[in-house]
T-cell receptor, first 109, second 117 residues
Framework: AQTVTQSQPEMSVQEAETVTLSCTYD???????LFWYKQPPSRQMILVIR??????QNATENRFSVNFQKAAKSFSLKISDSQLGDTAMYFC??????FGAGTRLTVKP | DTGVSQDPRHKITKRGQNVTFRCDPI?????LYWYRQTLGQGPEFLTY????????KSRLLSDRFSAERPKGSFSTLEIQRTEQGDSAMYLC???????????????FGPGTRLTVL
């Protein structure tokens, strides 16, 4: 069974700085998708970024980028120029059903 | 497109009562998922449908839980004989496999918060 592990329950970062959230997973599959979702306080979960395993190039979306290490089964999220609106729970997900326990990120002014 | 909607947004019930939740997915999405989320935790997969077929059901889901998607559009999740441990946020999400043919981005609803007294 696939498992997703987020080892950082909570993190904080100063506004405008960079922060990296960690995620590791376990699978025997070769082709799969990885996602980072964001859940702001009392708001709906939304997609931040996605990565397809067969693509070697790391995905980027504006200030958000990933470091995908397939052999190490690692999928970290880097947030550059952190903004107050980035404060949220961040969940790493494997394919469409397996979520990690989340990392609570607080951006401090 | 108004996104994924869920009804009700909040439900308070007494232990032993039955409750039913509804989810309306994005209209062109063929997959629909149900999750349970407790405070400070990630979504826990319950079940999912592709069109009207229920393709997978979590082993964690007891016989008191049942879900339907009769016409491949909206879905209902019923919990019979509720217990205090059922108190959680129940999330619905939808996605489309028609473009990727596989796992694709999920669009989440606002959730139904269940409190069992």
């Amino acid at each position: 069974a696939q498992t997703v592990t987020q080892s950082q329950p909570e993190m904080s970062v100063q506004e405008a700085e960079t922060v990296t959230l960690s995620c590791t997973y376990d699978t025997s599959e070769n082709n799969y998708y990885l996602f980072w979702y964001k859940q702001p306080p009392s708001r709906q979960m939304i997609l931040v970024i996605r990565q397809e395993a067969y693509k070697q190039q790391n995905a980027t979306e504006n200030r958000f980028s990933v470091n995908f290490q397939k052999a190490a089964k690692s999928f970290s999220l880097k947030i550059s120029d952190s903004q107050l609106g980035d404060t949220a729970m961040y969940f790493c997900a494997f394919n469409d059903m397996r979520f990690g326990a989340g990392t609570r990120l607080t951006v401090k002014p | 497109d108004t996104g994924v909607s869920q009804d009700p947004r909040h439900k308070i019930t007494k232990r032993g009562q039955n409750v039913t939740f509804r989810c309306d997915p994005i209209s062109e999405h063929n997959r629909l998922y149900w999750y349970r989320q407790t405070l400070g935790q990630g979504p826990e997969f319950l079940t999912y449908f592709q069109n009207e077929a229920q393709l997978e059901k979590s082993r964690l889901l007891s016989d008191r839980f049942s879900a339907e998607r009769p016409k491949g559009s909206f879905s209902t999740l019923e919990i019979q004989r509720t217990e205090q441990g059922d108190s959680a946020m129940y999330l619905c999400a939808s996605s489309s496999t028609r473009t990727s043919g596989s796992a694709d981005t999920q669009y989440f609803g606002p959730g139904t918060r269940l409190t069992v007294l």
